[in-house]
Nanobody
Framework: QVQLVESGGGLVQPGGSLRLSCTVS????????MGWCRQAPGKQRESVAS???????NYADSVKGRFTISRDTAKKTVYLQMNNLNAEDTAVYYC????????????WGQGTQVTVSS
């Protein structure tokens, strides 16, 4: 089974930064499209950022210019650098992986809490 483990969440003041990490168990990490989603209490899960296996990136409008998604194939890890955080960024952040091989397969991590508060 593909396993994803997130880390790096925590409490940060407005304007601060955090770097989330997601390590994938599969050795074929480079074949997966990777992404970060988040879910705040009472809200639907929303896509924050994604990076394809061809390294194309996509960001939600609300985080453009502040968040950066990247991947390290050797470490089988995807990162989300979050800068200039504000209260609206408070949520549980989930890492996900999508493999398109004959059929579409999607996997999710357990999530890591990010709280932005003064």
């Amino acid at each position: 089974q593909v396993q994803l483990v997130e880390s790096g969440g925590g409490l940060v003041q407005p304007g601060g930064s955090l770097r989330l990490s997601c390590t994938v168990s599969e050795s074929i990490f480079s074949t997966y499209d990777m992404g970060w989603c988040r879910q705040a209490p009472g809200k639907q899960r929303e896509s924050v950022a994604s990076i394809s296996r061809s390294s194309r990136t996509n960001y939600a409008d609300s985080v453009k210019g502040r968040f950066t998604i990247s991947r390290d194939t050797a470490k089988k890890t995807v990162y989300l650098q979050m800068n200039n955080l504000n209260a609206e960024d408070t949520a549980v952040y989930y890492c996900n992986a999508v493999l398109k091989l004959i059929i579409r397969q999607e996997y999710w991590g357990q999530g890591t809490q990010v709280t932005v508060s003064s």
